[in-house]
């Protein structure tokens, strides 16, 4: 699964603040950030960088490249195999620096363990990628009423009743991008579903665009994954869709610490079992 370090960031500033008698107490202590994820028969992917701390001093936002860690030891096992990952810049990721591997593929129902060593640092973690993916009936593409030019999508699928499942769409305009984003609001917890459902997907949001809609447009190539995930990662999605829906400025959007299952820093170490579907929107 490509993800987007970036997008979790400004959530990641916000958790650095707290209110105090309406006062900003102010946190300058910077942590790893690590995103990674290991998908059924992918590589795993894995991207660190530094929180961006909140201080009362005007800081720029537009290159994150200065945050970038890339000379980070990053260790992936499977109870196996151990592979140390290697760094390298691919642009189609933003930022475009991934730590990754051609020796190592993610397998349904095995567990996969992570560990970061960075100058004085070490940082761990470990998830799961479930037993099997998520069976798909079909896409549907409807138009928005009162636009002639955007689209929602909406997905069918089913849930087996005899496994508590967690979900989360992601999804990823063009063909240039290797990395998808949260569908906004793309979680499910089984437990709030019948076998059979129908649930709208919409367009993942990097804080840095500035005409976000969560509608599709006429002539684009959208991909569309459905996951199952385990419920450590399905707490830090779900937390991070609800923190996006609070606000359209993700900058304002909660002081709540998002959940970690990173050791020794922030972020998400994710197992996916995802199956993915590409749609032309006309």
Request: aromatic share 14%; proline share 5%.
């Amino acid at each position: 699964m490509k993800q987007l370090l970036s997008y979790i960031l400004p959530l990641l500033v916000c958790c650095l603040m707290s209110c105090d008698d309406g006062d900003i107490t102010v946190n300058t202590t910077q942590s790893l950030v690590v995103e990674g994820w290991i998908e059924n028969g992918e590589f795993p992917v894995v991207i660190i960088t530094k929180t961006l701390p909140v201080t009362t001093d005007y800081q720029n936002m537009n290159d994150l490249s200065d945050y970038l860690v890339r000379w980070a030891k990053v260790t992936v096992s499977d109870g196996e195999q151990s592979v140390v990952l290697t760094g390298l810049y691919d642009e189609s990721y933003y930022p475009p620096y991934i730590y990754t591997t051609s020796y190592l593929r993610g397998e349904l129902g095995k567990t996969y363990t992570l560990k970061v060593e960075y100058e004085d640092q070490t940082l761990t973690s470990e998830t799961t990628i479930p037993t099997s993916i998520p069976i798909v009936d079909h896409y549907q593409i409807v138009p928005c009423e009162g636009s002639n030019n955007l689209y929602k999508i909406l997905a069918s699928f089913y849930d087996n009743p005899n496994e508590k499942n967690y979900y989360a769409f992601f999804t990823k305009a063009g063909l240039e991008s290797n990395h998808y984003l949260a569908s906004y609001l793309g979680t499910v917890d089984d437990e709030m579903i019948a076998s059979k459902v129908e649930y709208p997907v919409y367009r993942g949001n990097r804080f840095d665009d500035d005409e976000y809609t969560p509608y599709f447009q006429t002539g684009e190539m959208v991909s569309v994954k459905l996951t199952q995930v385990d419920q450590s990662s399905f707490s830090f999605w779900d937390q991070y869709t609800k923190d996006q829906s609070l606000t359209s400025n993700m900058f304002l959007s909660t002081t709540t610490p998002l959940p970690s299952n990173i050791q020794g820093g922030v972020g998400y170490w994710t197992g996916f079992a995802s199956v993915a579907s590409f749609l032309e929107i006309r």
